[in-house]
């Protein structure tokens, strides 16, 4: 699925990035998605896309660097609606979708704090926060993921190691 | 990063070498003939030296994470790219380097007793030069994208440092070599018991 056919643009979103493009022929992808997680969201009439890295639930106040827009859950997500309007997007139209908080170390011995957990449960408390929730999710497990965002489409794909890529 | 993560680094060089030598004996022992473990390089790193050093970050690695308990916590995971850890399984089985071919069950089994000999033999000897108590939990086998474990690490430790501490590892029996990394993490709130104990 990765393999990106002529004229597609695969920018990869790491940990922390935020991207939002409206060109019809750009793929954003989040590689290896352990505890972080990835929002993507997508206007299919304005025609935005756009994804972020989460890698902590809470900024506790903190102000998001630029460097890293996307690094906390609330933050994160503020800046992306924002960066998504300016390009166009409309709140209402949004599709919103997730995946990773995963347990990649052994939920029985590693991860005494659940960043994994509390990532996927900050995403959804801050999207509610703005009126808004996801329309498919793949949280929790034991694999990391590797999600994308087709902005040619609004499709999503997620995969992880050991299985086939499936559409979120 | 800090001065006081420079120190630790310094520590935990010195503790890696007591525990390489244990792991080499007990793995010996286990396996029936001679196994040494070389630590030639301990370091700070951050999270893309880390991922680097196995490969990258979506190469797929194998090993096993322990964590660590008691007077202080933490995490400990040995990490190799997949095809050093198969390496290391024909070492560990007496074969040829090379023979094993696939993360099938029995390979997976062979890393986990692998991370639990290396792991808990650091976990000892840390606990011996800081005169406490610790316990490393059971292994778990990670076979995974590198960045995946490393970032759920990092996020574990983020309250405070950025850089963890890597140890290259190598394996040598008269076949052969084979070298993976050990990745040593203290939790944020152990970090100066550590430095405090080894003043």
Known sequence: MTAAADGVRLVAVGIGQ????????TVLVAYGLGSCVAVTAFDPMARVAGMVHVLLPCSEGRAASASEPGRYADTGI?????RMSELGALRSRLVLKAAGGASVLGAANGEKFKIG???AEAIRERLRHHGLRLAAEDFGGESGRTMELHSATGRTFVRTAAAA???L | MSESNERIREILGA??????????RSLTGLVGQ?????????RLGTRADTC???GGDTAMVLGAYLGMSGDLEGHVMLLFPEK???ECVDLMFGRPVGTTTEADEMAKSAVAELGNIVGSAFVNALADHVQLMLHPSPPTVVHDMAIALVQTIYAEILARGNEVVMIDTVFEDRNGQAAGLVIVAPDPHSLPRIEELAA
């Open chain 1, 117 to 119: 957990e509390r990532n």
């Open chain 1, 165 to 167: 890529p499936h559409e």
């Open chain 2, 52 to 54: 680097d050093a196995v």
């Open chain 2, 34 to 42: 001679d196994i040494r473990i070389h630590v030639p390089n301990v």
């Open chain 1, 78 to 82: 503020d800046e992306l609606l924002r």
């Open chain 1, 18 to 25: 935020l991207e939002v493009t409206n060109e019809r022929s």
């Open chain 2, 15 to 24: 503790v890696a070498q007591d525990g390489a030598a244990r792991a080499g």
């Open chain 2, 84 to 86: 050093r850890a198969l």
